[in-house]
């Protein structure tokens, strides 16, 4: 299920889109892998979804919007795992071959066809109000930074470490049900540089953030920033990952003249349009949270990748 409007490309992507744009940055499989048997990359993610099922389904189970939740909770699973093991007898089965974009829509899929709309909307509650009530003093210990460079650079450590807080990880949702993740302890125990290399979305997918909860306390204002020139837009999306060629039309329109496009997090920024080209400067930012990853860049678990792509007019 995505958003009910008419999706378009964003009129920033280089052109022609078919010959310059792929939204997942990890090939899954060549032209010359057999079509009828999944690929190693293939059998690799199948399993990084598999082991998070059951995360999945005790968050749905502890859905209490939604009626006799531990009973539909347990249908999720099975029909959600059945389809993953099709795909490693049958890659080209349910729309396949699988990509970390179908996965996603697949497992989202399951979820709103049992009646859960959002499983993770009590924890995003709870970390949101923790994050506001932090906001306004990490803003002050920013602003107090005299040096420019080292200011924006722990501007940059602030988003990574909001950035480990990923549900979606099925090593991060166990660490956050033992002993939860504290923003201060996050940003001292980042991974030390050098490292490897605002739009929001339509409907709830994992913990990420969506177009209604976006810079809201209890009076709908944040607390400590200006955001007289901020817009903000519904970017259509309602996966933890994002492909470029159907974004809202609203964000089509008002980003087409923009200067800079950022994608942040793993899931939109590494996973997917980590190599996207773009008409303007572009930045992609974010954790590795997955081996898998790691693994295809060449790096360690939990690197932080901050890539910056100038146009030269």
């Keep these: 299920m995505e958003s009910s409007c008419e999706m ?11 010959a310059n744009y792929r939204a997942c940055t990890i090939p899954y499989r060549f032209p010359s892998d057999n079509p ?15 082991n998070s099922v059951s995360s999945f389904q005790k968050r749905a189970e502890s859905d209490d919007t939604v009626a ?25 089965s349910h729309g396949g ?21 959002d499983i993770f909307k009590k924890v995003k509650d709870e970390e949101n109000a923790k994050a506001i009530s932090l906001f306004e003093g ?14 924006v650079e722990n ?29 201060l302890a996050s940003c001292q125990n980042l991974v030390p540089r050098p490292w490897v290399v605002l739009a929001a979305n ?7 953030v969506t177009y209604p909860e976006l810079l809201k306390d209890e009076t709908g204002k944040l607390v400590g920033v200006d ?30 003249d923009a200067d800079l496009v950022i994608l942040e997090g793993m899931g939109r920024g590494i996973e997917t349009n980590l190599y996207a080209q773009f008409k303007c400067d572009s930045l992609k930012i974010g954790m590795v949270k997955h081996p898998e990853v790691a693994q295809f860049l060449g790096g360690r678990l939990y690197d932080c990748v901050f890539k910056y792509n100038e146009v030269l007019s």
């Design 8 to 18: 378009v490309a964003l009129p920033l992507l280089t052109t022609p889109i078919e």
């Design 36 to 50: 009828k048997k999944p690929t190693p990359t293939e059998l690799s993610w199948i399993d990084l979804f598999l």
């Design 68 to 92: 006799d939740a531990p009973t539909r909770a347990e249908k999720f699973a099975l029909r959600y795992t059945e389809i993953l093991e099709d795909f490693k007898k049958d890659p080209e």
């Design 97 to 117: 071959p699988p990509d970390c974009i179908l996965l996603c829509r697949i497992r989202e899929q399951v979820l709103r066809e049992l009646g859960f709309r």
């Design 138 to 151: 990490v803003v002050r210990v920013n602003d107090a930074i005299e040096d420019e460079a080292k200011r």
């Design 155 to 183: 501007l940059i450590k602030g988003i990574f470490a909001g950035n480990i807080f990923d549900l979606g990880s099925a090593q991060l949702a166990e660490l956050f049900s033992k002993d939860g993740i504290s923003f």
């Design 202 to 208: 339509d409907l709830p997918s994992i913990n990420d």
């Design 227 to 256: 955001t007289s020139n901020l817009l903000i837009a519904n970017s259509g999306n309602d996966l933890p990952v994002i492909d470029l060629t159907r974004v809202s039309q609203e964000l089509a329109y008002l980003a087409s």
